[in-house]
């Protein structure tokens, strides 16, 4: 069975320092990651997709990378503003991207950038 | 602007009363699902649908249905078989059902007085 574990929990850094947040997978039979913010209250927002034939992927100040035979992804946050105070979620999808594929959560890092 | 939109944003609800919630998408995307969320655990998968009248049940659908009857809806019945209803509910899309990234909705808070 697949499970997705997010280490730390919780996250408490200054503004403008670099951090990384991570995600462990048990089975290394993926199809794609993806990685999302919630704001409280709010919904999830996709940040980066990689799919399982990729090693990462950047949008502006964030970087995910993807090694699936260590079961681990990270999401790099390169000099980190209190904007980015959130909950950040990775989901693994599972299967061969056909039609009963699931995605599956992990609980999040709750990230506070202190001004 | 496009985008997913879940309604009403806040629900109470008596116990024993079925409450319907809504998801709309006008992204055209082909699949649609519903997640609920709790403090503490990641989300979990009650309900999907890969196309128009077409739905599968997810990890938790006891207590829960949904119908399909437009591409752009996907609306959620909670029922008063639903023995812990009180959650976060997440609509989801996705453009195409086998690849592609998960669109959210901003979620509706259901309280169950």
């Known amino acids: 069975k697949q499970e997705v574990t997010q280490i730390p929990a919780a996250l408490s850094v200054p503004e403008g320092e670099n951090l990384v947040l991570n995600c462990s997978f048990t089975?290394?039979?993926?199809?794609?990651l993806q990685w999302f913010r919630q704001d409280p209250g709010k919904g999830l927002t996709s940040l980066l997709l990689i799919q399982s034939s990729q090693r990462e992927q950047t949008s502006g100040r964030l970087n995910a990378s993807l090694d699936k035979s260590s079961g681990r992804s990270t999401l790099y946050i390169a000099a980190s503003q209190p904007g980015d105070s959130a909950t950040y979620l990775c989901?693994?999808?599972?299967?061969?991207?056909?039609?009963?594929?699931?995605?599956?959560f992990g609980t999040g890092t709750l990230l506070a950038v202190q001004p | 602007d496009g985008g997913i939109t879940q309604s009403p944003k806040y629900l109470f609800r008596k116990e024993g009363q079925n409450v319907t919630l809504s998801c709309e998408q006008n992204l055209n995307h082909d699949a649609m699902y519903w997640y609920r969320q709790d403090p503490g655990q990641g989300l979990r998968l009650i309900y999907y649908?890969?196309?128009?009248?077409?739905?599968q049940k997810g990890d938790i659908a006891e207590g829960y249905s949904v119908s399909r009857e437009k591409k752009e809806s996907f609306p959620l019945t909670v029922t008063s078989a639903q023995k812990n209803p009180t959650a976060f509910y997440l609509c989801?899309?996705?453009?195409?059902?086998?690849?592609?990234?998960?669109?959210f909705g901003e979620g509706s808070r259901l309280t169950v007085l």
């Open positions: 089975d290394s039979a993926i199809y794609n």
């Open positions: 989901a693994v999808r599972i299967g061969d991207g056909g039609a009963t594929n699931k995605l599956i």
């Open positions: 989801a899309s996705r453009p195409d059902r086998d690849t592609g990234e998960l669109f």
């Open positions: 649908s890969q196309i128009v009248n077409d739905f």
